[in-house]
């Protein structure tokens, strides 16, 4: 084998023992993160009223059960905001029906014509906000269900005055078919335990903004939703913003449930590459520093430029088998507690050599897709107009 070659290799080899080293790490994060559940939480003298704001844009797989579970949580006194920016959005009458079924005093449905140029969901909470009476604010995603538990969980942390803002981990749930569970591997076996792991090192800071409690005053003092409104990863941003000030941020040990709702295999992969460009956006270091962490798709190619002889092939199998032996852990029933994530643990090597291959296309696309509209990207990740895509357009005309 000539010079050229062994170093080849050797670069390959790199990040298959690097992130199989990693995958140790970031299961005993997990599992130590989650044996926090059993803290007990100080419970305060007494409780805050809260507004919980609700974006919603178009129907959704379970939507009427993640609404309704907004609106019958074990707390004193709170109202449920929920936003359309369209007259004419297929979700609203559903909105009137949970409306009506809780009373206005609870459930509050605010209707904007207002198409979305920007940030789809900052443009949805800025018309959310003004509905809203109460000085805490909860955003949860109109694809999370929540637990009657939830609301005192996440607010309880905000009486301590040194928080700037709460959150939660997410959990994917409701997976069906195959690219449906890959997308549940992406967010469960990989990004949820990323964030926690980078939570429990101190490596960095995350603001989950698909289940996050403030106050008011904090939002405002960072510019508002407004000011958020070209970011991609506005949650990122508006932690930063936030941290900035002084202010602690606080990723506590509950777990909310975000349904997977994918209509194809193409809809897998736009979201999936959207997960990469959200990364590349927030955390331009750590994207990049992510590529040596992928272990089994650089074991495979070490495995191929061995011509998978006895040393390819036992890194190969080292790689895949501490993949998968602390993907199971990390998703058991003492860490995020995913059943149908370990029932397609198989499906586990493919998706990460697909995200492989996202990565490197992350690297360079400048569009992105967010609810059948295509935006694009500046050089710092700011988000530009552009156009309604294709599918979006096919819909439309099915619909006519």
């Not at 609870?106 to 809203?132: F, H």
């Not at 606080?250 to 975000?258: G, Q």
């Not at 956006?281 to 061995?306: C, D, E, M, Q």
Request: glycine share 6%.
């Amino acid at each position: 084998m000539d010079e050229i070659g062994i170093i080849v290799q050797f670069l390959v080899l790199v990040p298959a023992l690097a992130g199989s080293f990693y995958v140790l790490l970031s299961a005993a994060a997990v599992l130590f993160f989650c044996r926090r559940r059993r803290d007990r939480v100080e419970v305060p003298a007494e409780w805050p009223a809260v507004s919980i704001l609700k974006p919603i844009f178009g129907l959704e797989k379970n939507l009427a059960q993640n609404l309704r579970s907004a609106c019958t949580q074990d707390y004193p006194c709170y109202q449920v905001v929920l936003s359309v920016q369209r007259l004419d959005d297929p979700a609203l009458p559903l909105l009137r029906k949970v409306e009506q079924e809780f009373g206005r005093e609870r459930v509050t449905v605010v209707a904007a014509e207002s198409e979305p140029v920007l940030n789809g969901k900052i443009q949805n909470l800025r018309i959310a906000l003004p509905a809203a009476r109460h000085d805490v604010l909860v955003i949860s995603d109109s694809d999370v269900e929540l637990r009657s538990d939830y609301l005192k969980t996440i607010v309880a942390p905000l009486q301590d005055s040194g928080i700037g803002y709460v959150c939660t981990p997410y959990r994917a749930t409701h997976a069906e078919r195959w690219f449906e569970r890959l997308e549940l591997l992406t967010l469960n076996a990989d990004f949820v335990t990323n964030v926690i792991f980078a939570s429990v090192t101190g490596a960095s800071g995350f603001c989950l903004g698909a289940s996050t409690a403030l106050r008011r005053a904090t939002l405002e003092a960072i510019g508002g939703f407004e000011s958020l409104a070209d970011y991609l990863v506005e949650d990122f941003e508006m932690g930063r913003r936030i941290r900035a000030r002084g202010l602690k941020g606080a990723l506590i040990p509950y777990f909310v449930d975000t349904i997977v709702d994918l209509q194809n295999a193409g809809a897998w992969w736009r979201h999936h590459l959207y997960w990469d460009q959200n990364t590349r956006a927030a955390r331009p270091g750590g994207f990049f520093a992510s590529v040596v962490t992928r272990a089994v798709p650089f074991a495979l190619l070490f495995a191929v430029l061995r011509l998978f002889d006895g040393l390819g092939l036992t890194i190969l199998a080292v790689a895949l088998a501490t993949r998968l032996l602390t993907a199971a852990a990390a998703l058991g029933r003492h860490g995020i507690d995913d059943p149908v994530g370990r029932r397609s643990l198989h499906l586990l090597p493919a998706r990460d050599v697909a995200g492989l291959v996202s990565w490197f296309v992350a690297l360079s696309k400048r569009t992105f897709v967010w609810r059948g509209l295509e935006f694009g990207l500046t050089r710092d990740s700011r988000i530009v107009p552009r156009k309604a895509s294709r599918d979006a357009t096919t819909r439309a005309r099915v619909a006519a």
